[in-house]
């Protein structure tokens, strides 16, 4: 009746070791730490800008305890702060030079300390939040008329390539205020302008005005294309930042709306404001322009070299070494870029990335290719106002349709970067950081020694009540209560959540809840003895008849806690995971850890006829 077959017993057990093998991450704590990443699109933090770091921390003498290489940087481990400070500004002057254009962005971080072998298996501590890890937390607003003005701007560029193409005389196309004025010399002419004005440009109101001699369109955008640019400039700059934030290296970075212009940042574990805002302060866009042929010449490009560069020119130098001189005048910018993607050359086989332009840049594309065969065209990245040639290829033909491919000089891996910089385009809009916050790392420990505390505290009062009041039955509760904790803490680390003050409370309104459930239990147990049942009798029907009351007030609450993460936000979602999955822990261990526990103690005994369960023993 109460015994449990040996492969139930087993996965108590299996899940009770995996429990503890995923929580045993968050004893070990944090390290101090110095991340590298790439400053520049087209430079990547390798094994050789390692070998560099490890040269220069041998030669003076400064020790760390380890070192990952991955994907996008490096992160040294040391043993405390002021060896972390030591090193970071003696890899800073080894891998930056020049400290007006840095190479890489070097940073102050911190990493988990838990051993290798487990973070072999996979177990990882959970993410802490700003409030008990330390951090930066920036509010930053939005300049929207900026992101009209923008816009206004490449709306008067389409509307000069509409009205040639359609072959419509002006008097020129001018952006004034929040307005694109057309003028015209005759109102015949006008009246063709406002046919294609109202054909091709559905998100102007437009009017028709005079002044003196002239005929005048003046364009103003619809409200709800207004709307839809501001949503899109904070949409485009929320994109642009979590790409920009991730060479950081910050675990479960905040970067969320709020209200109408503004957008929050909070950094976990940062704790260096000035790098910080560095990063969210660079952007990164897309220029094409012509290369200069006429004034390639040896002579030209040597007095280019030593700064006396031509008049309408800039001068750059490829990836290869070449020396190049590119026309001022750009072609297309990547506001006209609606997808990037890395492939191949069809003909060659090479790695290639493949763009997409929207219809005006199709049409100006066109136009330059058609008129510019068998010469350069050069690819421009510019980040922090410096620009860089990424790729110069040959014009070979016309190029229609807006499908473009950048190839040649590029392996696989430069190919899938290049992609997603021009994917992540630069700032739809500038921004300005009008709030700045630090919290500092022992202001973290403390809130969480302070959490700790609470629930440690916590769950002793319950354990020695429930001891007390149900005797040997409460103290099964209670060790069913800290496997609950345990099963909460390794899935939040399982499944890499990130873990707020607000969660820590969560954590602790979980302990009250958990043992409702074997209070349930208890009680119905006693109501089973009272009215005379056996004692193994009143143990499998207080467990039974109590099952139904405790998924009853477990989902009613999951309900509740399902509300507060659909649609909340911040510390409300915090709160919301960590009680949801609390729920679903608390339910598993309260019904079956503790009726294991139960059966072990109790289920094979054949004649019981004493149970302790409180107030006295029941026969």
């Not at 990443?37 to 087209?42: D, K, P, Q």
């Not at 040896?298 to 700064?307: P, V």
């Not at 399982?494 to 074997?518: F, K």
């Amino acid at each position: 009746m109460n015994r449990f077959p040996r492969w139930k017993y087993a996965l108590i057990l299996v899940a009770v070791a995996l429990g503890f093998l995923y929580t045993l991450p968050n004893f070990f704590g944090e390290s101090p730490a110095v991340q590298i990443s790439s400053g520049r699109a087209t430079i990547k933090a390798d094994s050789d800008t390692l070998s560099k770091i490890e040269a220069a921390l041998k030669a003076a003498a400064i020790p760390y305890s380890g070192a990952v290489l991955d994907v996008s940087s490096i992160r040294l481990r040391f043993s405390d702060t002021d060896t972390q400070l030591k090193a970071r500004d003696l890899i800073d002057h080894a891998l930056n030079p020049d400290r007006t254009s840095p190479t890489f962005v070097v940073a102050l971080n911190l990493v988990p300390a838990s051993p290798a072998w487990l973070t072999a298996l996979g177990a990882r501590p959970m993410y802490l939040g700003l409030d008990l890890r330390g951090g930066v937390h920036f509010l930053l607003q939005v300049d929207m008329q900026q992101a009209l003005a923008k816009k206004l701007e490449s709306l008067s560029a389409d509307v000069r390539t509409e009205m040639r193409s359609k072959d419509i005389r002006h008097g020129g196309v001018t952006r004034e205020g929040q307005t694109v004025r057309v003028r015209f010399r005759d109102p015949a002419m006008r009246d063709r302008g406002r046919r294609v004005m109202a054909e091709s440009f559905i998100d102007f109101t437009v009017d028709e005005r005079n002044e003196g001699q002239d005929f005048l369109l003046v364009s103003t955008l619809k409200p709800d294309a207004i709307k839809r640019i501001q949503e899109f400039a904070i949409k485009q700059n929320i994109t642009t930042l979590h790409n920009r934030i991730n060479e950081l290296g910050v675990a479960e970075p905040l970067i969320q709306q709020q209200g109408a212009d503004r957008v929050v940042v909070q950094l976990p574990g940062v704790q260096d404001t000035a790098k910080a805002k560095d990063i969210l302060g660079r952007t990164a866009s897309l220029e094409i322009r012509l290369v200069d042929e006429e004034r390639m010449t040896a002579d030209g490009l040597s007095a280019a070299a030593g700064g006396q560069v031509p008049f309408g020119s800039d001068y750059f130098v490829e990836r290869n070494g070449q020396p190049l001189l590119v026309k001022k005048q750009v072609v297309l910018t990547g506001d006209r870029l609606t997808d990037a993607q890395p492939g191949f050359d069809s003909q060659t086989n090479e790695p290639a990335v493949h763009l997409r332009l929207d219809a005006a840049g199709a049409r100006i594309f066109q136009e330059v290719t058609r008129e510019n065969i068998n010469r350069r065209m050069a690819i421009l990245l510019i980040e922090k106002g410096k620009a860089e040639v990424v790729t110069a290829p040959v014009i070979r033909s016309e190029i229609p349709g807006g499908r473009v491919q950048i190839s040649g000089r590029m392996n696989t891996t430069e190919a899938n970067d290049t992609a997603l910089l021009l994917r992540a385009g630069s700032l739809a809009a500038p921004m300005e950081i009008i709030e700045e916050r630090t919290v500092g790392p022992s202001l973290g420990r403390e809130n969480i020694e302070k959490g700790f505390n609470a629930t440690m505290w916590g769950f002793i009062a319950i354990a020695v009540f429930m001891s007390i009041y149900y005797l040997v039955f409460g103290l099964i509760s209670s060790v069913a209560l800290a496997v609950n904790l345990l099963f909460l803490v390794a899935l939040l680390s399982l499944l890499q959540a990130t873990l707020t003050l607000p969660g820590i409370a969560a954590i602790a309104l979980t302990l009250g809840m958990a043992i409702d459930a074997n209070v349930l239990i208890n009680e119905r147990v006693r109501e089973e003895l009272r009215t005379g049942a056996t004692p193994q009798a009143a143990i499998a029907s207080g467990y039974d008849r109590a099952w139904g009351t405790i998924l009853d007030s477990n989902i009613t609450t999951l309900i509740a806690g399902l509300a507060l993460l659909i649609f909340g936000q911040g510390p409300v979602r915090g709160f919301a995971v960590v009680h949801c999955l609390g729920i679903l822990t608390s339910m598993f261990s309260a019904v079956t850890v503790s009726r294991g526990l139960v059966n072990a103690v109790y289920g094979h005994r054949r004649r019981l006829t004493r149970i302790s369960i409180g107030n006295t023993a029941w026969k």
